[in-house]
């Protein structure tokens, strides 16, 4: 066992997909709790983004089209709960992007490492990315009901045409209100978390 700065404690790193653990002295990994609150912060810019882009898209005036993007006038309600939907992921997300403070611990009479709660930033930062994945699948929904309505679907950029082909393979346009939950989670498992709107000419 490696022991540093005179330490005598061992944190070890403990990785459970190769049926193994590392012994390293005095382990400490302020810089990976850092990392981890980074990504997180940066994610969270991500997700602002997004649920604005969705805002203006369904704001009626300012975006030239219906009002929510509901086809089922006056009264539908469009993507308007979809909306209220990622406002209240991007306040969880908002949550979750705070930095995590590390600890002084004095267990075991000064012998463990400070706490620096990287197990915490990590769960943290997991929550992060399961609610934007949940907003990028907002986004394209509304995006995808924007172009319908828009009427421009001939004059599109070629990966932008592909990404709405593939999401309309999947989910119909929104003729009629009708719940959406479904919608997002498949849009979430097919299309998000595969990558295929990254590069949506790989799905075919």
Do not use: Y
């Not at 400490?28 to 609150?37: G, R, S």
């Not at 070629?158 to 939950?181: F, K, Q, S, T």
Request: net charge negative; proline share 5%.
């Amino acid at each position: 066992m490696t022991v540093w700065n005179n330490g005598a404690g061992d944190n070890p790193v403990v990785l459970p997909e190769r049926n193994e653990v590392v012994s390293t002295g005095n382990f400490q990994m302020p810089l990976l709790t850092v990392a981890l609150d980074a990504a997180g912060q940066a994610l969270a810019h991500v997700a602002v983004g997004a649920v604005g882009r969705c805002a203006r898209l369904l704001s009626g005036e300012q975006a030239g089209l219906p009002l929510n993007l509901a086809r089922q006038r006056p009264h539908g309600a469009g993507f308007a709960p979809l909306m209220k939907t990622a406002e209240a992921l991007l306040a969880e997300i908002r949550h979750d992007a705070g930095a995590t403070i590390a600890v002084l611990s004095a267990t075991s009479g000064g012998v463990e490492d400070t706490v620096v709660n990287a197990p915490l930033a990590a769960k943290k930062l997991q929550c992060v990315v399961a609610h934007l994945e949940q907003i990028l699948a907002i986004e394209t929904l509304v995006a995808a009901q924007a172009i319908d309505l828009a009427g421009v679907r001939e004059v599109l950029p070629e990966n932008v045409a592909a990404a709405h082909a593939a999401v309309r393979d999947r989910i119909p346009g929104l003729d009629r209100d009708r719940p959406m939950g479904e919608d997002v989670e498949r849009v979430v498992e097919e299309l998000v978390r595969t990558g295929i709107l990254a590069s949506p000419g790989r799905d075919g």
